[in-house]
């Protein structure tokens, strides 16, 4: 996460900590932190440096820069700072600074991903016959994204620890395998061969934890206080992949941000995954049913999860419901053109969802109808 935050303050965030925090005695001088650090001499000098607007005055820079120092997070790139790097009190060094930025970028940045990805699925990959299905919501795409965008800002709160300890050098993030002062027994053992291996073992940790965090989420306990949210969406639309209860989703995300203070991850791979776990998780929401696999947890196995709740709990691989007991093969009719969205398909999955949704939550308190649905009929 240290090369994000480097980008992030670079292009962004150097400039609005210095004009939020600048290092203006004026500003300091109501600091708690600056005025027990500062000494009268201090702010003299400073004060003189700056005119009465404020701005500062010619040849008085050396006076107004931090002495944070600035190293690369990374040996493949290096970007020199601006000014505007050395001119906030609060400089990339600092914790507090280093929270919130993170937190902005989890929180903002996070909800771009997540509209670009499901919007490009929505478009090019979503079969748009699901909102005629018997079990598609009214409204439910505006649910999704409400849910989702009231959810993100405060599974972010619980996210950001995780990085500032990534940042700060707390994990096993390495830039090179070949790095001398790197420790750990994965790295001495396989090298840089390992460079390799981390994509598989990274799969088969996250896969693991989260098939069981998600199995206690349909616990009796769990499910209606917290995971009942997420599967309101009984045909789910791109749009629903992050639509969770916040510690559902935070939950479910914790197997992602152990595996760095576990096992070694590169930087850049790190990048890489959270990337592809934001397309994946859209993506077994897309409705798109190719991947016929008994060994891939696709969206056609996912889709069997929404319907009928208490099968398919993995994330990328069947391999963990196949030995807990929870696999169902999805039906054969989801793999044809011609009976994947047929009236059949539909009745055997809605006679049978009706039973489990009595089984699981004791009523159904979904509303049904779409706007679409009934704009076809007038049409």
Sequence with gaps: MDVVLELADQFLFDRLWANILPINPAVASFDPISSLTASFKGYSEYNASYDATGALARGAESLVRSAWTY???????????????????????????QAVTLYAITWVFGAAIYFLCATLSYIFVFDKATFNHPKYLKNQIRMEISQTLHSIPIMAIFTVPFFVAEVRGHSWMYDSATNPGFSHPMLQIFGTWYNWLQFPLFIMFTDFGIYWIHRGLHSKFLYKRLHKPHHKWIMPTPYASHAFHPLDGYAQSVPYHLFPFIFPLQKFAYIALFTFIQIWTVMIHDGEYVANSP???????????????????????????????????????????????????????????????????????????????EAKKVQ
């Design 71 to 97: 190293q690369p997070s990374s040996d493949y790139f290096s970007i020199q700072p601006t000014e505007y790097a050395y001119t906030s009190r609060w400089d990339r060094d600092n914790i507090w600074r």
């Design 295 to 373: 060994v891939i947890n696709g969206a056609a196995c996912h889709t069997m999860h929404h319907l009928y709740f208490n099968y398919n709990y993995g994330q990328f691989t069947t391999l963990w419901d196949r030995l807990g007991g929870s696999y169902r093969k999805p039906n054969a009719e989801l793999f044809a053109k011609e009976t994947k969205m047929s009236g059949d398909e539909w009745k055997r999955q809605t006679k049978e969802m009706e039973r489990m949704v009595v089984e699981v939550e004791g009523s159904d308190e979904r509303t049904y109808g779409t706007e679409e649905v």
